[in-house]
């Protein structure tokens, strides 16, 4: 049987998962809050399911509208995610990342469990090279 891949498309940014724990993004332009809530309820419907990897391609991905970035430090749950690897990334991407993490940890009273979870390679090469080794280190639980 054929791995089961779903897509989606949120604004100008697509997504699709790759069975058995990989949400692949490729984000482009800015994020509005409409497009975080959606991001949210996607990361919830998969992540309540089986939590996952996210693998970002950042190469035409810009920033974030303020309001976007409280809803997803608010909203989104560590449990979800399994980790997060953006590649081809610039600076203003760590730095949204980070302030995220930040925010996060703000807005909530425990100290969020994704901070070590979030890593920035420079290709997809090095990114799925990474996720095996991050599935490794889990238990051996890879494609």
Same mark, same amino acid.
């Given at each position: 049987?054929?791995?089961?891949?779903?897509?989606w498309?949120?604004?100008?940014?697509?997504?699709?998962?790759?069975?058995?724990?990989?949400? /692949?993004?490729?984000?482009?332009?800015?994020?509005?809050?409409?497009?975080?809530?959606?991001?949210?309820?996607?990361?919830?419907?998969l992540?309540?399911?089986?939590?996952?990897?996210?693998? @970002?391609?950042?190469?035409?991905?810009?920033?974030?509208?303020? !309001?976007?970035?409280?809803?997803?430090?608010?909203?989104?749950?560590?449990? /979800?995610?399994?980790?997060?690897?953006?590649?081809?990334?610039?600076?203003?991407?760590?730095?949204?990342?980070?302030?995220?993490?930040?925010?996060?940890?703000?807005?909530?009273?425990?100290?969020?469990?994704l901070? @070590?979870?979030?890593?920035?390679?420079?290709?997809?090469a090095?990114a799925?090279?990474?996720? !095996?080794?991050?599935?490794?280190?889990? @238990?051996?639980?890879?494609?």
């Amino acid at each position: 049987m054929p791995p089961i891949q779903r897509e989606w498309t949120i604004g100008r940014h697509t997504f699709h998962f790759e069975a058995p724990d990989l949400l /692949w993004s490729k984000l482009q332009g800015g994020c509005t809050l409409e497009q975080a809530v959606q991001m949210v309820n996607l990361y919830r419907e998969l992540g309540t399911a089986h939590p996952f990897f996210i693998m @970002g391609d950042m190469e035409t991905a810009e920033g974030m509208e303020s !309001e976007a970035r409280r809803y997803v430090s608010e909203h989104v749950r560590s449990e /979800w995610i399994l980790g997060v690897i953006y590649f081809k990334t610039r600076l203003l991407h760590k730095a949204l990342a980070m302030g995220l993490l930040l925010a996060a940890e703000m807005t909530r009273a425990e100290k969020s469990t994704l901070r @070590g979870k979030i890593h920035f390679v420079s290709s997809q090469a090095k990114a799925r090279a990474l996720l !095996e080794q991050l599935r490794e280190q889990r @238990g051996g639980n890879s494609t």
